[in-house]
């Protein structure tokens, strides 16, 4: 079947799905076996299998992990670091183990012994590794992906599945039997992989279900099916999965999770035409290949990334060499247009200067353009881009032939002047495994069922341009300023005498911004070194230890503040911030605060990212509270190794600050917490704290606020 629609987006209504708590299920696959064992005296509380009773009598329950499977095991549990141990040694015959840690209860999970391959599985791996690096582009690596999957596996079908920026996802890679259907190139609506199982893909990297005809054995006594089994392996499948597995004609299925940068990019989605089992080892050798795949990616990734911006750097200089010659800005923009057409591989370039108008390559009429550039105006100073104009501009679709793709930076508002970049519309014929809208549409009342037909439904979306590259709006920010200077210089040129007036005007003025400036931050440090003094002397004069501890801690948080300003606004420029030059500098600040000892404990590894300066204060206290808390909990005033990471995915940056000292000690929520989500909340952020096996690795992620363009009252000056 196929239609013709606009560009839409699927399953973003679907939230039953989300919603089933697919991490409690109550039962187990019933291929292995569960026990439920308190940490604190390893008696087992509850389990689930089948084959409990045969294999440990009528009255397990109750027993200890040494009575059924042996001191070894039981050693093993007790010495455990990590929450995830495999049992190497167990007294039980024909059976392999592995316990995962959740809470004050080890969860052991059973499985029968296999006998390995004679096969060299390290030396395959290395072999495969091998042949990863010399694939020529994410294609080929993917290709070779599927088919080093499908060896290791060995079922029938192996796909390269990766998720698209609507949470939809398509395939982009296949190796399969013959006989069977090709799903490659096949998207698959969002509500196909529901929110909370792609969380579970994060947590629990490999997946198998053996037979999606499987009777669940539920887990014994009741009282514990409640458990929250995320890290299990043998943990019951949604029967929703498992009717949609059905559908499919899928009799086993298997999900190895790509996960790069800490992020869930793709899935390697194995199915199985009959029933088939999946050792552990060749499941632990399964995640060691995504592992290096996911390496993979990120590096073909990054070298197309930085392939791109060296592409768009020498454009960006042989452009600044037009402007720096040409000077009447209708001549100027005639000169450079097939250039600046070229820099942003568009189909059309044109320019609004008031009431002149000037056109490269296929546009809209004049008229469009004006239409289109005073919609733009009311976004902003910001460089407008989307590859779907007619979705937000609706007026849009009567020239969304030509202009489906717009680029645009404004450089003065008074008198319009504007540029735009046109990209045409390419229509995608999108391949769906069944029809999305499926998925979606259900009536008041109906129950959320999984879909029954995969046979492929095609989907013509139109009013879609190529996607602007994230490169692409970084180099139209420096355009926008590299213009603004260029039209600075031709006012310096055309009218040398009246400016310089303007400009000695214009000099004094920030002189005295800068002068107030360093005035008020002067004072801003002298009323806090003032209030931080008279706490001092409170704190000294008082008798109560509980007042003293208040009024102590109110000078770190006094000093911190102190310290993260001062830092700040020894930059030249307080608008914009390289964040990683600013902690740097920061942390500093900071030993030197903390102590000699404390000289050589932190280890950092920052990349460059520029913020506004706004957003760097922020960061900085977020900084500065959690290694103070860091000093202060984790190795109770005693030096101990700190690690800063900092690093951007796509808009985005994560600073990761972990320290390896006693871990999390408890779930009081006191000010200095109150204050960090303050912070965070005012970044737009979010803050995630987990155990860094020893002590505590906080996460702080947040979209990445860039710089703004010059003042809107120096631009509309400069432009006049």
């Given at each position: 079947m196929?239609?013709?629609l606009?560009?839409?987006q699927?399953g973003?209504?679907?939230?039953?799905?989300?919603?089933?708590?697919?991490h409690?299920?109550?039962s187990i696959?019933?291929?292995?076996?569960?026990?439920?064992v308190?940490?604190?005296d390893q008696?087992?509380i509850g389990?689930?299998?089948?084959?409990?009773?045969?294999t440990?009598?009528?009255?397990?329950?109750?027993?200890?992990?040494?009575t059924?499977?042996g001191?070894?095991?039981?050693?093993?549990?007790?010495?455990?670091v990590?929450?995830?141990?495999?049992?190497?040694?167990?007294?039980?015959?024909g059976?392999d183990g592995?316990?995962?840690?959740?809470?004050?209860?080890?969860l052991?999970?059973l499985?029968?012994?296999?006998?390995?391959?004679?096969t060299?599985?390290?030396?395959?791996?290395?072999?495969?590794?091998?042949?990863?690096?010399?694939?020529?582009?994410?294609i080929?690596?993917?290709?070779?992906a599927?088919?080093?999957?499908?060896?290791?596996?060995?079922?029938d079908?192996?796909?390269?599945?990766r998720?698209?920026?609507?949470?939809?996802g398509?395939?982009?890679?296949?190796?399969?039997?013959?006989?069977l259907d090709s799903?490659?190139?096949h998207?698959?609506?969002?509500?196909?992989?529901?929110?909370?199982?792609?969380?579970?893909?994060?947590r629990?990297?490999?997946?198998?279900?053996?037979?999606?005809y499987?009777?669940p054995?539920?887990?014994r006594?009741?009282?514990?099916?409640?458990?929250d089994?995320s890290?299990?392996?043998?943990?019951?499948?949604?029967?929703?999965?498992?009717?949609?597995?059905?559908?499919?004609?899928?009799a086993?299925?298997?999900?190895?999770?790509?996960?790069?940068?800490?992020?869930?990019?793709?899935?390697?989605?194995?199915?199985?035409?009959?029933?088939?089992h999946?050792?552990?080892?060749?499941?632990?050798?399964?995640?060691?290949?995504a592992?290096?795949l996911?390496?993979?990616i990120t590096?073909?990734?990054?070298?197309?990334?930085?392939?791109?911006?060296l592409?768009?750097?020498?454009?960006?200089?042989v452009?600044?060499?037009?402007?720096?010659s040409?000077?009447?800005?209708?001549?100027?923009?005639?000169?450079?247009?097939?250039?600046?057409?070229?820099?942003?591989?568009?189909?059309?370039?044109?320019?609004?200067?008031?009431?002149?108008a000037?056109?490269?390559?296929?546009?809209?009429?004049?008229?469009?353009?004006?239409?289109?550039?005073?919609?733009v105006?009311?976004?902003?100073?910001?460089?407008?881009?989307?590859?779907?104009?007619s979705?937000?501009?609706?007026?849009?679709a009567?020239?969304?032939?030509h202009?489906?793709?717009v680029?645009?930076?404004?450089?003065s508002?008074?008198?319009?002047?504007?540029?735009?970049w046109?990209?045409?519309?390419?229509?995608?014929?999108?391949?769906?495994?069944?029809?999305?809208h499926?998925?979606?549409?259900l009536?008041?009342?109906?129950?959320?069922?999984?879909?029954?037909?995969?046979?492929?439904?095609?989907?013509v979306?139109h009013?879609?341009?190529?996607?602007?590259?994230?490169?692409?709006?970084?180099?139209?920010?420096?355009?926008?300023?590299?213009?603004?200077?260029?039209?600075?210089?031709?006012?310096?040129r055309?009218?040398?005498?009246?400016?310089?007036?303007?400009?000695?005007?214009?000099?004094?003025?920030i002189?005295?911004?800068?002068?107030?400036?360093?005035e008020?931050?002067?004072?801003?440090?002298n009323?806090?070194?003032?209030?931080?003094?008279?706490?001092?002397?409170q704190?000294?004069?008082?008798d109560?230890p509980?007042?003293?501890?208040?009024?102590?801690?109110?000078?770190?948080?006094?000093?911190?503040?102190?310290?993260?300003?001062?830092?700040?606004?020894?930059?030249?420029?307080?608008?914009?911030?390289?964040?990683?030059?600013?902690?740097?500098?920061?942390?500093?600040?900071?030993?030197?605060s903390m102590g000699?000892e404390?000289?050589?404990?932190?280890?950092l590894d920052?990349a460059?990212?520029?913020i506004?300066?706004?957003?760097?204060?922020?960061?900085?206290?977020?900084?500065?509270?959690?290694?103070?808390?860091?000093?202060k909990?984790?190795?109770?005033?005693?030096?101990?190794p700190i690690?800063?990471?900092?690093?951007?995915?796509?808009?985005?940056?994560?600073?990761?600050?972990?320290?390896?000292g006693r871990g999390?000690?408890?779930?009081?929520?006191?000010?200095?917490?109150?204050?960090?989500?303050?912070?965070?909340?005012?970044?737009n952020?979010?803050?995630?704290?987990?155990?860094?096996?020893?002590?505590?690795?906080?996460v702080?992620?947040?979209?990445?606020?860039?710089?703004?363009?010059?003042?809107?009252?120096?631009?509309?000056?400069?432009?006049?």
């Amino acid at each position: 079947m196929s239609i013709s629609l606009p560009a839409v987006q699927f399953g973003t209504d679907i939230t039953e799905c989300d919603r089933e708590p697919i991490h409690i299920p109550g039962s187990i696959q019933p291929h292995g076996l569960l026990l439920i064992v308190a940490a604190d005296d390893q008696r087992v509380i509850g389990g689930a299998g089948r084959r409990l009773e045969p294999t440990f009598g009528a009255d397990w329950l109750g027993q200890t992990v040494t009575t059924l499977l042996g001191a070894e095991a039981a050693a093993l549990l007790a010495g455990a670091v990590r929450p995830m141990c495999v049992l190497s040694r167990i007294d039980t015959p024909g059976w392999d183990g592995t316990a995962h840690r959740d809470g004050d209860r080890w969860l052991i999970e059973l499985e029968p012994s296999e006998t390995q391959r004679a096969t060299d599985v390290l030396s395959w791996i290395d072999d495969v590794g091998v042949s990863f690096e010399r694939s020529g582009g994410l294609i080929d690596l993917c290709e070779r992906a599927a088919k080093s999957f499908r060896t290791l596996i060995g079922y029938d079908r192996v796909m390269i599945y990766r998720f698209l920026d609507d949470d939809s996802g398509v395939v982009i890679a296949e190796d399969a039997a013959d006989d069977l259907d090709s799903y490659l190139n096949h998207h698959f609506p969002a509500s196909d992989i529901p929110q909370q199982a792609r969380a579970l893909y994060l947590r629990n990297r490999v997946r198998v279900i053996p037979d999606v005809y499987y009777q669940p054995d539920p887990i014994r006594p009741a009282s514990e099916a409640g458990i929250d089994m995320s890290n299990s392996e043998l943990r019951s499948v949604s029967p929703i999965h498992i009717q949609y597995l059905k559908n499919m004609g899928v009799a086993a299925s298997a999900s190895v999770s790509i996960v790069k940068d800490g992020v869930l990019w793709g899935l390697v989605a194995c199915h199985n035409m009959t029933p088939r089992h999946i050792s552990a080892a060749t499941r632990r050798s399964a995640a060691l290949v995504a592992g290096g795949l996911a390496r993979q990616i990120t590096a073909k990734e990054q070298a197309d990334d930085y392939r791109e911006r060296l592409r768009i750097r020498a454009d960006e200089d042989v452009i600044a060499a037009r402007l720096a010659s040409d000077v009447d800005p209708a001549q100027l923009f005639k000169a450079a247009g097939a250039d600046l057409r070229r820099m942003f591989e568009a189909d059309a370039f044109a320019v609004i200067d008031g009431t002149t108008a000037y056109c490269n390559g296929a546009c809209p009429d004049e008229a469009q353009i004006r239409e289109i550039a005073g919609w733009v105006r009311k976004k902003g100073t910001e460089p407008f881009h989307t590859d779907s104009l007619s979705s937000e501009f609706p007026a849009a679709a009567a020239y969304r032939d030509h202009g489906s793709g717009v680029l645009a930076i404004t450089l003065s508002f008074q008198t319009p002047t504007m540029l735009l970049w046109f990209r045409a519309e390419e229509k995608q014929v999108v391949e769906w495994a069944g029809n999305p809208h499926k998925a979606v549409n259900l009536q008041p009342g109906e129950k959320l069922t999984p879909r029954a037909s995969f046979e492929a439904w095609t989907q013509v979306v139109h009013g879609k341009a190529r996607r602007w590259s994230q490169p692409e709006v970084e180099a139209a920010r420096r355009l926008t300023v590299r213009l603004y200077d260029a039209r600075q210089n031709r006012r310096i040129r055309d009218l040398a005498d009246s400016l310089s007036v303007a400009v000695a005007d214009k000099d004094r003025l920030i002189a005295q911004q800068e002068t107030l400036l360093k005035e008020v931050n002067h004072r801003v440090q002298n009323s806090l070194q003032l209030v931080m003094a008279f706490l001092a002397l409170q704190g000294r004069a008082s008798d109560d230890p509980a007042l003293t501890g208040h009024l102590t801690e109110a000078q770190r948080r006094l000093s911190a503040v102190a310290l993260v300003h001062r830092r700040l606004y020894t930059d030249d420029n307080v608008q914009s911030i390289d964040l990683s030059r600013y902690l740097t500098d920061l942390i500093v600040d900071l030993k030197g605060s903390m102590g000699d000892e404390w000289a050589n404990q932190f280890a950092l590894d920052l990349a460059p990212i520029t913020i506004a300066a706004d957003d760097a204060v922020q960061v900085g206290l977020v900084l500065v509270e959690l290694v103070i808390n860091a000093q202060k909990y984790a190795y109770g005033g005693a030096p101990g190794p700190i690690f800063v990471n900092l690093e951007q995915h796509r808009a985005r940056f994560r600073m990761i600050v972990a320290d390896a000292g006693r871990g999390k000690t408890g779930t009081r929520k006191g000010f200095g917490t109150r204050m960090l989500d303050s912070m965070v909340r005012r970044l737009n952020g979010t803050l995630e704290v987990s155990d860094n096996m020893p002590g505590v690795r906080t996460v702080l992620t947040a979209p990445i606020t860039q710089p703004r363009a010059p003042a809107d009252a120096i631009v509309e000056d400069a432009f006049q």
